[in-house]
Every structure is written in C-alpha cells, then in structure tokens.
C-alpha cells in the first residue's frame, strides 16, 4: 500500500516537472518582475496600451491574432477600458483605434471584395491571405497567430521577452543557416551546425524570425523610453493579456472563493463543539 502511494507520488511529480524541465531544457529564461504574477497580480494598464502599439506597428506586419476584436481593447481590463463606456462599441479611442485598420469585406450591392475601416465588432485582421501566402513572405516559416502565443509557449511572457532579445552574435564556430537567425532562447538542435567541441554545442536555435526591435523603433505615448527591453517586455505583457484576458478576474474570484470557505471552516467547527457540547466523548 505505503509503495504504491510513493510510487504514485513519484509519478506525479514527474508529471509536473516533466514538460517545465523538457522546454526550460538548456537555457534559463529572463524573468521579468510582471505587474500580474502572483495572486493579486492587476495587468499595468499603461503597459498594455505600449504593448498594444508595439503589436500594431510591427509584429502585425506578420502575425494575425484572430481570436481578438478591436472592441476587446475596451472590455473591462483591456488597456483601453474607459468607465464611461460600459460598452466597449461606444468607446470612442476604440472606434478610433479599429478604423486606422483596414479589413476585408464584401460590398453589399455588388459582391464585390472591398477593403473598409475596421469597427469595434471586427476581428484583428490577418496580415496574410493564407499559410501558403505567408511561408512565401518568410522563408518558408509561417508566423504562428499571437492570439493565445503566450500560453501556448512554456515560460510564457518571460519566453516572449527573452526571444524578442534573444538575438546575439552567434558564437565563434556556428555556421547560421542563410536566411536564419540565431536566437539564444528559440529551441534547436545546433550540432550539425557546430565546429567546435562536441561537448559544448550552443544553447539556442535558428529562428525565420528576424530581430524585429530597435530603440525607438516604436514611440510611446506615455513618455515611456522605448529602449528594445522595453518594447520586448510591454509586446510580451500585453499578449498575456490577449491570451487570458480575464486573468485578474480568475484570482481575485478565487481569493473570495478562499475567504469564503476559511469562514465556513470557522463556523463549521464552532458548530461542531456546539452539537457535541454535551456528549461525552
Ligand atoms: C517580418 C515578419 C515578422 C515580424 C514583423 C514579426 N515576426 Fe514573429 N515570427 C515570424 C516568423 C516567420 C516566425 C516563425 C519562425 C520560425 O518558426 O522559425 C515568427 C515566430 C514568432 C514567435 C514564435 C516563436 C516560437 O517559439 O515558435 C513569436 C512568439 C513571435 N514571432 C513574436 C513576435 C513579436 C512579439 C513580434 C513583434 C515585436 C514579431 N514576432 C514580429 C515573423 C515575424
């Protein structure tokens, strides 16, 4: 009984260190001090509106996140979130933000495909027609959607921070593949690329993605200095956001859920000693 329950123990563990060990693998990842970590994590709101900026005006050159509408932006939590517009369609910096897009459409009188102004209602468009489209615009590698990227990758926002300043000089000895780049963080097996000893091959990986930030590649609104860290670390918070965006909501329901039954422990056992108060026992 008692080796079945270690046995089982065991098992567990290694179920929840595996994949964290198997992606952490080589390399430790940047850790960046996020507004959201811990349980009364808030998203900076200030963060997500840089970080909606630096999506817009260079990573959506490439990545679609179709999952998200623009009238998203402005739902409670969003970086838009205003008070006074309950419903984020009203918002008027969210009609502003949706109509400098343009998306595809059908004309309605002749069945024509047009081009309009996004609205509030329309989904981020995507940049590319289709896969085919895109693989032909990048190599050959296709820019995965960014819709829910940040849970979809182990390490999360610190992965996307680290990638996005990942790219150094490939070490002496590493033939980089034309047309790739070298990025310390991306995943690979470098050996068949690797002159020098064996035993010490580079940690890292070749990436389609070329290095996409440069101080002051993006200039925030909020006065915020736009060095690479950086734009890396507000792009990376904000597709937190966009990958759960109800996250502040989940704890705090759960720290109420907490509280709530701490009371009813409290109250349960008072009322224990009460019915037994005067049975021997
Ligand atoms: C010029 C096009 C281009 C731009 C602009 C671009 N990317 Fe990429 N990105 C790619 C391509 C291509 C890939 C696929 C790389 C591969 O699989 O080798 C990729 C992959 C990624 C990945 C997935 C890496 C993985 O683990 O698989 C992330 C995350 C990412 N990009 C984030 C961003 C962010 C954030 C921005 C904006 C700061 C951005 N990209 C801008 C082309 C681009």
């Known amino acids: 009984m008692l080796r079945k329950a270690i046995a089982l123990a065991v098992l567990g563990l290694a179920c929840v260190a595996g994949p964290a060990a198997a992606a952490g693998g080589h390399i430790e990842l940047r850790h960046e001090s996020w507004s959201f970590a811990g349980p009364f994590g808030k998203f900076d709101t200030a963060q997500l509106q840089r970080g909606y900026k630096v999506y817009r005006e260079v990573c959506a050159a490439c990545h679609g996140m179709k999952l998200l509408s623009f009238r998203n932006l402005g739902e409670r939590g969003g970086p838009f979130y205003d008070a006074e517009y309950k ?30 102004a996004a609205t509030p209602a329309d989904r981020f468009p995507s940049p590319f027609p289709n896969d085919a489209a895109a693989a032909a615009s990048n190599g050959g590698a296709i820019p995965p959607d960014l819709s829910v990227i940040a849970k979809a ?11 996005l300043t990942g790219y150094v000089q490939p070490p002496a000895g590493l033939t980089v593949t034309p047309g790739m780049n070298y990025n310390k963080y991306f995943a690979g097996d470098l050996a068949p690329y690797w002159t020098g ?3 010490h091959v580079p940690t890292g990986g070749f990436i389609a993605m070329p290095p996409q930030l440069a101080p002051d590649k993006v200039t925030f609104d909020d006065g915020t200095k736009s060095t690479i860290d950086q734009q ?5 918070a904000f ?9 502040v ?7 109420g859920a907490m509280v709530y039954l701490l009371i009813f422990t409290v109250i349960l056992y008072f009322s224990y000693r009460r019915v037994w108060r005067n049975v021997a026992h």
């Open 87 to 116: 419903n984020p369609n009203d918002n008027p910096y969210v009609k502003a933000l949706a109509a400098d897009i343009q998306v595809g459409d059908i004309d309605s009188e002749t069945g024509d495909a047009i081009q309009r």
């Open 153 to 163: 990758r182990a390490g999360g926002p610190d992965y996307i921070y680290s990638l």
């Open 197 to 199: 000893d064996p035993k």
């Open 232 to 236: 890396a670390k507000d792009v990376a």
């Open 239 to 247: 597709l937190m956001w966009a990958a759960e965006p109800k996250m």
């Open 249 to 255: 909501e989940r704890k705090q329901f759960g720290l």
